[in-house]
């Protein structure tokens, strides 16, 4: 019984994967095409017969059609006798294709090579296809005959026709042959939409179970590729970007919400510690209140600074602001924000130098642009010694770009195994955590480079950090 159960549960897996593979597009395309197929085979052998036994067929009749017209004249100018005479004259001929029969009303023989009168129907014309091998037949031979067959004045019968055994024979070998090809045909055409089905089957499937693996929350999961390069392994390819950008995307959606959650409760944290101070030490001094006011007011700017950097971050990744594009001057973004830093350089004892090579014009965002440049001023003032120099340099389009935008300074840099992570939120070097910020400079740096389609690339400047922003030539619109 377990044996008979496990052959059953088989027989019925076999059935639905059978099914499915049925249904599949592909082997409803592949029966499409046979379909076409043997419809193309068929009009083919049709055009290849009509033009050799259709065309003997017509060729037959014709001259069975003038043999007719000559007989009925020399009946008319010779009666009887002279008809019969030459009916027995041209049946006697050895090795003759043609078949003759006069008779009398009656069905008396008055001369032919048949021994009697067929008994198949005459169609309206007057023409009947008959088994010749059932009345004698020409040399005694089993054949086939075509003749015309009509009534002479005083009802005597004539009958004149055609030996068709070898066109018969070639009609049946055609017709034989059509039948084996159309058969071949289908079972070729059938097996090869199996294969193809089963094979794209067998890559869908391929997809669905990843897909199913992501659903379930396994999204290191990938959709496999098998080499060939057709468009199945570059759907593969796309889905699996797709799926590496919402890896990522939830990976820094996890870090964002840990972050946040460890990064906030300490300014919060202090925010209420101030305020509670301030209340449990009551003094009539209103300038202690109006410190405690302005230190939380400090502390509050800091957070709304924070949510402000994570917006937007979140709203250059989302791709918002890419419907509001337009021609912008990079050379105007670079002078303003020189312009709003070079002050900042100045009290710290730095040397701002600006290099502005042309006035490149990129399709983007003007307000994110500027804010790109300024956060890279910023990290490198602040990150500079006193004393330390700054090189902002804007240089024009170049073969392979449309810009580039380089801040170098020369301050303590970042390592190279560190380059990559200094990109995510909230992530910040031992040596800068003594330095104001939140970390998120640079995340908002690489998500406005990503959203104008900018490579960024961060180098050693010997000493220092040089970021570099190239803008591809798609950008000049």
Request: glycine share 10%.
């Amino acid at each position: 019984m377990k044996h008979d159960g496990a052959a059953a549960s088989g027989l019925h897996g076999f059935v639905a994967a059978g099914s499915r593979l049925v249904r599949t597009t592909t082997f409803r395309l592949a029966l499409l095409y046979l379909a076409m197929f043997v419809l193309s085979v068929g009009l083919i052998l049709g055009v290849v017969y009509r033009t050799t036994a259709g065309f003997l067929e017509q060729e037959i009749g014709e001259t069975i059609a003038l043999e007719v017209a000559g007989l009925q004249d020399h009946y008319h100018n010779y009666g009887l006798p002279g008809l019969v005479d030459v009916v027995r004259t041209r049946s006697a001929v050895a090795n003759n294709n043609s078949i003759y029969l006069l008779t009398t009303a009656a069905g008396v023989i008055l001369a032919g090579n048949l021994s009697g009168w067929p008994a198949a129907v005459p169609n309206a014309s007057g023409w009947t296809h008959f088994k010749v091998a059932d009345y004698g037949g020409v040399n005694d031979r089993p054949s086939t005959a075509q003749a015309v067959t009509f009534t002479l004045p005083g009802q005597f019968r004539l009958l004149v026709g055609r030996d068709m055994s070898e066109i018969d024979q070639l009609r049946t070998r055609m017709f034989r042959s059509l039948g084996w090809i159309l058969g071949a045909t289908a079972l070729l055409g059938l097996g090869g939409g199996l294969l193809m089905s089963r094979g794209a089957m067998r890559r869908i499937e391929a997809i669905n179970r990843t897909t199913r693996q992501i659903m379930s929350g396994d999204l290191s999961d990938r959709v496999p590729r098998f080499g060939g390069g057709d468009e199945m392994d570059r759907l593969a390819g796309n889905l699996n970007a797709m799926l590496d950008r919402i890896e990522r995307l939830m990976t820094g959606m996890k870090q964002v919400t840990d972050s946040v959650a460890h990064d906030l409760r300490t300014p919060l944290t202090r925010l209420r510690s101030r305020i509670e101070l301030a209340l449990l030490h009551e003094t009539e001094d209103p300038e202690v209140y109006r410190s405690v006011l302005q230190d939380t007011i400090v502390e509050a700017d800091r957070l709304l600074a924070t949510f402000t950097a994570l917006l937007s971050i979140a709203e250059a990744e989302s791709g918002a602001k890419r419907q509001d594009f337009v021609p912008v001057d990079l050379a105007e973004v670079v002078e303003l924000a020189a312009d709003l830093y070079e002050p900042v350089a100045e009290e710290r004892g730095q040397r701002l130098s600006v290099d502005i090579r042309g006035k490149p014009m990129v399709h983007g965002n003007g307000q994110l642009l500027a804010q790109l440049v300024s956060n890279l001023l910023d990290n490198a003032i602040k990150y500079t010694p006193d004393g330390g120099s700054i090189m902002l340099v804007l240089d024009g389009p170049a073969p392979g770009r449309a810009a580039c935008i380089e801040v170098a300074d020369s301050g303590p840099g970042i390592p190279p195994e560190m380059r990559d992570k200094v990109l995510q939120r909230f992530v910040r070097l031992d040596t800068a955590r003594a330095s104001p910020g939140n970390g998120l400079g640079l995340s908002l740096v690489d998500a406005v480079a990503t959203l104008h389609g900018a490579k960024l690339e961060l180098s050693d400047n010997q000493p220092g950090l040089k970021v570099s922003l190239v803008f591809p030539p798609e950008a000049r619109r």
